[in-house]
């Protein structure tokens, strides 16, 4: 069984999608009508903008996104998957590739996100850090031992974790990771702490876009990074989708339930190939690929 997995903020670079726009006139319908819906031309930065300019949430969650969605779109009909994932943003393009929900509203979403935590993080200084080569329950009980909030935040391999929350508790947390025998424990150049309950309020925000926006039935069944297993009802993945902005991506735990499920081939739809590394990381009986056009 074929899964198609869609990246998250970090997968980014400078040129994204011009080659998709200058061969396919699907794209570049996409592209223009995605530069209407933003209110700025969002094509300028992804083609030839600064990696700067590139860097800011509100550009850099919907130039993923359109990368995403519109590769998956220039597919056709090459584009079958059996299930479907994405890592934190990456499960917006997941829900328009299998059909929940539409091009014009997903972007809308995505933007409204990206822009709601954006404004969570200048509320409160925040930060995330990646923790190398330390078991998850370790990780788990150095955030419930450190004073302040500090918590596990983006499982995306065995033996890589990400916390998040304020910049002290994260600073004490990282020194007591480095102490219980991490290889690693470095605080990432992020806006804030994704993921972590200093998103309340853009979880707030979001929730009532989202409740307020058309969700369709699902070609396939979407893993999505709160529960981990199949999901298909709208209700139940609008409910999946508020909650991730406070909850951990648990991408390991995603991964490995789609491999019992009968998974076999990852094939990574958007910028990068971080995701399929990661994959390998998981389980490396299973193939891995990236979106290839005919």
């Not at 890592?87 to 929940?100: K, P, Y």
């Not at 509203?105 to 709601?116: E, N, T």
């Not at 150095?142 to 391999?157: K, L, P, Q, R, S």
Request: one cysteine or more; charged letters at 20%; glycine letters at 8%.
């Amino acid at each position: 069984m074929n899964a198609y997995i869609f990246p998250g903020q970090g997968a980014q670079f400078v040129g994204m999608g011009l080659d998709l726009y200058e061969k396919y006139p699907v794209a570049q319908e996409l592209f223009e009508n995605a530069n209407e819906i933003l209110g700025f031309h969002i094509t300028d930065i992804m083609f030839e903008g600064t990696t700067e300019d590139l860097k800011q949430t509100k550009v850099t969650q919907p130039a993923i996104f359109l990368h995403s969605v519109i590769l998956s779109k220039v597919m056709g009909a090459s584009f079958k998957p059996d299930m479907v994932a994405g890592h934190s943003l990456g499960e917006f393009s997941a829900l328009v590739a299998n059909g929940v929900l539409n091009f014009e509203d997903g972007l809308k979403l995505v933007s409204q996100r990206a822009l709601a935590m954006q404004k969570a993080c200048e509320l409160q200084p925040s930060t995330m850090a990646a923790v190398l080569n330390l078991p998850d329950d370790v990780v788990e009980r150095i955030c419930e031992e450190t004073n302040g909030i500090v918590v596990a935040a983006n499982y995306n391999c065995p033996g890589q974790l990400v916390i998040s929350g304020e910049v002290n508790a994260i600073e004490v947390a990282c020194e007591k990771m480095k102490e219980a025998g991490a290889r690693r424990a470095l605080v990432l150049p992020v806006g804030g702490a994704f993921h972590s309950p200093l998103m309340e309020p853009a979880r707030e925000e979001l929730a009532s876009a989202i409740e307020s926006t058309a969700f369709g039935s699902a070609n396939c069944p979407i893993y999505q990074n709160v529960p981990t297993t199949a999901v298909s009802g709208s209700d139940e993945i609008k409910k999946n989708l508020i909650s991730q902005l406070t909850a951990p991506v648990k991408w390991t735990q995603s991964v490995q339930n789609m491999i019992k499920d009968g998974a076999s081939l990852f094939t990574e739809v958007g910028p990068g190939k971080v995701l399929q590394g990661l994959v390998r990381k998981i389980n490396g009986d299973v193939e891995t690929t990236s979106a290839i056009l005919e």
